[in-house]
């Protein structure tokens, strides 16, 4: 175990943390402009691998191609539930929130399951990373420094959104109070599908780029889900560097976890939620509720 | 008293069942007895928990250890795995309640995950996903129709517990804590010692169910952990209406009678199953209890204005 085989686990961590942070920060933002806790999040991820398998038929050479048609897709299909189903529930109590997001759940798991059968979908390596590349004399795939760009861009193009643009702001001003902003005049019905768009927009594009390293199953929506929610409440609902922070942490304690303790692994992640949770409910980066009297 | 001439009826419904409807008939009891549990908390204090599966498990795990692994006979086990559910809801609860609406349906999330985690890796104590099989209970208590009266007795027990619970000082207390908290504890009522108190009850009945589910199915495997098992308790109690006391026992009835045709013709039951959640929750949030009890009260309107109009 050289200096080499420890920057690969950490690269391997790292490129998982990208795929999780594509995943969760879209739920973040859900949360946090509308309140609402998107159970069926995972699913969407998950139709992002699918669409990506359908849209190029399988074939390496179609993957630029196919991830762009897949974040639009995703923008599209977020749009319109919210539309459709969403808009319903918002001034319900948050019950039945959750009930719609995991019916929605649930519908979308059989449907993949129809379409797609319950076997694996894999993808070939696109041409642009067949080869690896070496760390410290490590072999390590090339397309984990594609995940990690990826998420690094995406990261930096949200920040830019949300703090430098007008729509940006009001998505903000969404998150601290709803009815001011009305006021204001801005539509923010129109706001909301918005944000649920881009959100599972980014979900979409998370589940296709990690679609060449891991086959897509029907089974993988549920286990997303819970990873997204536990990367949140570590980073603190509703901010996007919490779910960067949440994302990264994660992905390096379930590396070096299936290093060191392979068989408690999976424990840690859970550990780490709770452990936060109960010293800081609010998340790492989140604020703390406003006390309201 | 109406209560009591239902267990009464389902008692002496019990020889005209085939070997298959008493198994129907007793899981319905105990997915009944699991989904009104889980009920104590949501209707009386308005707590989400979505962590119920890790004390139905716990109840299960405790039979089912002590019977493959300590020989104990099967009945015996039954309180332990009530004492251990509640143990375990003691300290789940003690850590989450003080914890706000959706962080405490996170955090009891996040705990059933960790147990379901830990039984599915931890081969040499709980079988991992091996499970653990070949339950059956020995004697008569492997017989469907004295299992089917052992679950209705229970059942019922739990129900007249949770129904004098409703009506007690302990009942009112909690909620007047969900409907006005900083109201109820300025009257001295202690938040805390009273949730968790609820939330253990709740927990202990949850663990009974999953003890005698394992028995039931003569297994019990990691899934009884799982998130989707506490769903199950949410979506019954929903099917069925949460507002009304006996509401998540018909919806785990009407949840499993759904269950069997749906299965019996399509192996697409998860899609039934959401697209029937969806429409509940757009349409007829009260459920189905709530939706017999307007339409019963419509009629008695209906009846009362025709006898003043005339």
């Known amino acids: 175990m050289d200096l080499g085989f420890y920057a690969l686990q950490l690269l391997t961590g790292l490129a998982y943390a990208s795929t999780l942070f594509l995943l969760s920060v879209g739920l973040s933002l859900i949360f946090g402009a509308m309140g609402i806790v998107n159970f069926a999040h995972g699913s969407f991820y998950m139709l992002g691998a699918y669409f990506l398998y359908a849209f190029t038929r399988g074939q390496a050479d179609g993957f630029w191609g196919g991830l762009l048609l897949v974040l639009a897709t995703g923008f599209v299909i977020g749009a319109f539930v919210e539309r459709i189903f969403i808009r319903r529930v918002y001034a319900r109590p948050e019950e039945y929130q959750i009930l719609l997001t995991y019916a929605l759940l649930l519908i979308i798991e059989d449907l993949v399951r129809f379409f797609f059968g319950t076997g694996y979908r894999a993808f070939p390596m696109p041409q642009a990373f067949a080869g690896p590349l070496f760390l410290l004399g490590t072999p390590f795939p090339s397309y984990y420094l594609f995940l990690i760009g990826l998420a690094a861009v995406s990261a930096l193009l949200l920040g830019i959104f949300l703090y430098r643009t007008r729509l940006g702001a009001w998505i903000r001003a969404a998150t601290q109070d709803r009815e001011m902003l009305e006021a204001l005049g801005v539509n923010v019905p129109l706001l909301y599908t918005v944000v649920f768009g881009v959100g599972i927009a980014l979900a979409a594009l998370g589940g296709a780029a990690l679609l060449p390293m891991q086959a897509a199953t029907p089974g993988m929506a549920v286990d997303a889900v819970i990873n997204a929610f536990i990367v949140v409440v570590i980073g603190g609902l509703a901010s996007v560097w919490g779910a960067l922070l949440g994302a990264v942490l994660i992905g390096l304690v379930q590396a070096l976890g299936v290093l060191f303790l392979p068989e408690w692994a999976m424990v840690f992640p859970f550990a780490l939620m709770a452990l936060t949770l109960l010293l800081r409910p609010w998340g790492l980066l989140g604020r703390p509720p406003a006390v309201r009297t | ?310």
């Open chain 2, 1 to 310: 008293m109406r209560l009591l001439w239902l267990f009464l009826a389902l008692a002496l419904l019990g020889p005209w069942f085939s070997e298959y409807g008493l198994k129907l008939a007793s899981e319905a009891f105990i997915l009944g007895l699991y989904a009104m549990a889980f009920n104590l908390l949501f209707r009386q204090t308005g707590l989400l928990s979505f962590g119920q599966a890790a004390f139905f498990g716990l109840g299960a795990y405790t039979m089912a250890l002590l019977v493959a692994r300590g020989g104990w006979p099967f009945p015996a086990t039954l309180p332990l795995a009530f004492l251990i559910s509640a143990l375990g809801a003691l300290f789940i609860g003690f850590l989450s309640i003080r914890l706000s609406r959706i962080y405490f349906t996170m955090l009891t999330l996040a705990f059933a995950q960790l147990l379901y985690a830990v039984a599915h890796k931890w081969y040499a104590f709980t079988g991992g996903d091996n499970g653990i099989t070949d339950l059956r209970p020995p004697g008569i208590w492997g017989e469907s129709l004295f299992y089917y009266y052992v679950v209705l007795f229970l059942f019922a027990l739990g129900v007249l517990f949770l129904w004098a619970l409703e009506r007690s000082p302990f009942g009112y207390a909690l909620r007047a804590l969900r409907d006005n908290r900083a109201r109820a504890e300025a009257v001295g009522i202690n938040a805390f010692g009273h949730l968790l108190l609820a939330f253990v009850i709740s927990g202990a009945l949850s663990g009974l169910a999953g003890a005698l589910q394992g028995a039931l199915q003569r297994s019990v495997f990691p899934d009884y952990l799982f998130w989707t098992r506490s769903a199950e308790c949410i979506l019954a109690t929903i099917l069925g209406g949460s507002g009304v006391f006996l509401g998540p026992a018909i919806g785990a009835t009407v949840f499993l009678l759904l269950r069997v045709v749906v299965q019996a013709n399509t192996e697409y039951w998860p899609f039934f199953l959401g697209a029937l959640l969806l429409l509940m929750v757009l349409f007829f949030p009260k459920g189905l209890g709530g939706l017999a009890l307007e339409m019963a009260s419509r009629r008695l309107k209906g009846e009362r204005r025709g006898a003043s109009g005339s």
